[in-house]
Nanobody, 112 residues
Framework: QLVESGGGSVQAGGSLRLSCVAS????????IGWVRQDPGKEREKISC????????YDTDSVKGRFFISRDNAKNTVYLQMNSLKPEDTAVYYC???????WGQGTQVTVSS
């Protein structure tokens, strides 16, 4: 099971940190990623982090603004989001690509 938190409403230029807490599986064996989806748009893969902290960022628009990290002792992956833009508005989900779990999503709304 994955549970996200940390979403909310912010003004453009602000920051949020999303958290994804895992339970029910051996967290430090699996990569964890983040995707986002806005209604009417395709799901967009954002970033992924391996058990040994190899990170990928899959969306050019977030590079240099979003940063993924993990704390294996806390079974948690974080997504630090800085310099937020209105186009970052979406529901953000964490997932474990090989393990198969998905979170329920957390809404991020950025106003101009």
């Amino acid at each position: 099971q994955l549970v996200e938190s940390g979403g909310g409403s912010v003004q453009a230029g602000g920051s949020l940190r999303l958290s994804c807490v895992a339970s029910g599986f051996r967290f430090d064996d699996f990569a964890i990623g983040w995707v986002r989806q806005d209604p009417g748009k395709e799901r967009e893969k954002i970033s992924c982090i391996s058990p040994d902290d190899n990170m990928t960022y899959d969306t050019d628009s977030v590079k240099g603004r979003f940063f993924i990290s993990r704390d294996n002792a806390k079974n948690t992956v974080y997504l630090q989001m800085n310099s937020l833009k209105p186009e970052d508005t979406a529901v953000y989900y964490c997932y474990a690509p090989r393990q198969g779990s998905w979170g329920q999503g957390t809404q991020v709304t950025v106003s101009s």
